[in-house]
């Protein structure tokens, strides 16, 4: 529904590997990492996609995008999610902010229409009128079924803090990355660089939280370990999901590992409803791989509440992609 806004353990995953990189062999070791307080957030994804390093022109900043309506919140269900359009009807450009249940980042993202290459990751930055910038990771993904090309990153909830008085926002791809071969940056695609003029954000950023407040209510998520507000916690057999054969080729290649924390916000029935990641791994074919892998093969007996019933509810893991030689 639209409405206008006014005790975790970790896991590993290892690929052991020998000789050549193209040929490898390997074995699994799921590895305990201790306890996780943060949580989720960022984006939900169906495959995995494969990161391909940036490079951009130096540029002056382009002229602020003007809003052509007003700020819309989904108080959905299993996310908090507001919109903004900076188009026109036709040519829709959507400004978009993803809010965690628990944890301290928050997703931004940039929407437009037209397919514009394969995914790709580059270091990026994000500033709020003329303040220091902030560092990124940007991701970029064509989304086959809405017809538009996606731009997400996560920024800390104390990155994004000046962006309650800030007038601007610009999200800009860094001008020193690299190329890869044959990529569409090669071929002369342009890179991401947005500015965005700001109103309202405050009471955005006020009403996202009243959100992420009732989701916590809804999943049953504790304030601390003394007031449970389940009887039960879900139970899961990570080792099902994850093994050694799921190691990104691209990652592979590229010597590529990262650790990936995430949250998993279950139903009655023990059903991946929303799998999100907290922190990013700065790699981005192993943070697709992480979630996709959950959405297919995850299994889950429900958590059970303080009046006997199924209840929803979320757990929080970490993922840690590793490579042994």
Same mark, same amino acid.
Not at 139 to 149: A, I, N, R, V
């Given at each position: 529904?639209?409405?206008?806004?006014?005790?975790?353990?970790?896991? =590993?995953?290892?690929?052991?590997?020998?000789?050549?990189?193209?040929?490898? *062999?390997?074995?699994?070791?799921?590895? +305990?990492?201790?306890?996780?307080?943060?949580?989720?957030?960022?984006?939900?994804?169906?495959?995995?996609?494969?990161?391909? %390093?940036?490079?951009?022109?130096?540029?002056?900043?382009?002229?602020?995008?003007?809003?052509?309506?007003?700020?819309? +919140? &989904?108080?959905?269900?299993?996310?908090?999610?507001?919109?903004?359009?900076?188009? $026109?009807? *036709? !040519?829709?450009?959507?400004?978009?902010?993803?809010?965690?249940?628990?944890?301290?980042?928050? #997703?931004?993202?940039?929407?437009?229409? =037209?397919?514009?290459?394969?995914?790709? #990751?580059?270091?990026?930055?994000?500033?709020?009128?003329?303040?220091?910038?902030?560092?990124?990771?940007?991701?970029?993904?064509?989304? &086959?079924?809405?017809? #538009?090309?996606?731009?997400?990153?996560?920024?800390?909830?104390? !990155?994004?803090?000046?962006?309650?008085?800030?007038?601007?926002?610009?999200?800009?791809?860094?001008?020193?990355? $690299?190329?890869?071969?044959? *990529?569409?940056?090669? !071929?002369?695609?342009?890179?991401?660089?947005?500015?965005?003029?700001?109103?309202?954000?405050?009471?955005?950023?006020?009403?996202?939280?009243?959100?992420?407040?009732?989701?916590?209510?809804?999943?049953?998520?504790?304030?601390?370990?003394?007031?449970?507000?389940?009887?039960?916690?879900?139970?899961?057999?990570? %080792?099902?999901?994850?093994?050694?054969?799921?190691?990104?080729?691209?990652?592979?290649?590229?010597?590529?590992?990262?650790?990936?924390?995430?949250?998993?916000?279950?139903?009655?029935?023990?059903?991946?409803?929303?799998?999100?990641?907290?922190?990013?791994?700065?790699?981005? &074919?192993?943070?697709? #791989? $992480?979630?996709?892998?959950? !959405?297919?093969?995850?299994?889950?007996?429900?958590?059970?509440?303080?009046?006997?019933?199924?209840?929803? &509810?979320?757990?929080?893991?970490?993922?840690?992609?590793?490579?042994?030689?």
């Amino acid at each position: 529904m639209w409405r206008l806004a006014g005790n975790n353990d970790g896991l =590993g995953v290892t690929k052991v590997r020998k000789n050549c990189w193209s040929a490898p *062999s390997f074995d699994v070791r799921i590895a +305990v990492l201790g306890k996780i307080h943060g949580a989720c957030m960022i984006w939900r994804l169906s495959a995995m996609f494969i990161p391909v %390093l940036l490079s951009a022109a130096a540029s002056a900043a382009p002229a602020p995008r003007q809003p052509a309506d007003k700020w819309v +919140v &989904s108080f959905a269900d299993d996310q908090c999610f507001a919109i903004r359009n900076y188009g $026109t009807d *036709s !040519n829709p450009i959507y400004l978009t902010f993803k809010a965690p249940a628990i944890g301290d980042v928050m #997703q931004l993202g940039v929407m437009k229409k =037209g397919k514009l290459g394969p995914p790709a #990751q580059t270091a990026g930055y994000i500033s709020f009128d003329a303040q220091p910038q902030v560092a990124a990771t940007l991701f970029e993904f064509d989304d &086959s079924k809405l017809g #538009q090309h996606v731009v997400l990153t996560n920024v800390t909830l104390v !990155n994004l803090a000046p962006i309650r008085q800030a007038r601007t926002m610009r999200i800009k791809a860094r001008d020193d990355g $690299t190329r890869e071969p044959g *990529s569409w940056l090669n !071929n002369g695609a342009l890179l991401t660089d947005e500015s965005f003029s700001l109103g309202q954000m405050d009471a955005l950023l006020n009403a996202l939280k009243d959100c992420t407040d009732n989701l916590r209510t809804v999943f049953r998520v504790a304030k601390d370990a003394e007031h449970p507000l389940l009887r039960r916690e879900p139970d899961g057999n990570f %080792l099902e999901i994850f093994n050694g054969d799921d190691y990104p080729d691209v990652a592979l290649s590229k010597d590529q590992t990262g650790q990936v924390r995430f949250v998993l916000l279950l139903d009655e029935k023990g059903k991946v409803v929303d799998c999100t990641v907290v922190q990013t791994s700065g790699v981005a &074919s192993l943070d697709a #791989q $992480t979630c996709a892998l959950i !959405n297919l093969r995850g299994r889950f007996q429900p958590a059970i509440g303080l009046d006997g019933k199924p209840s929803k &509810s979320a757990i929080s893991r970490v993922v840690n992609w590793m490579l042994e030689y």
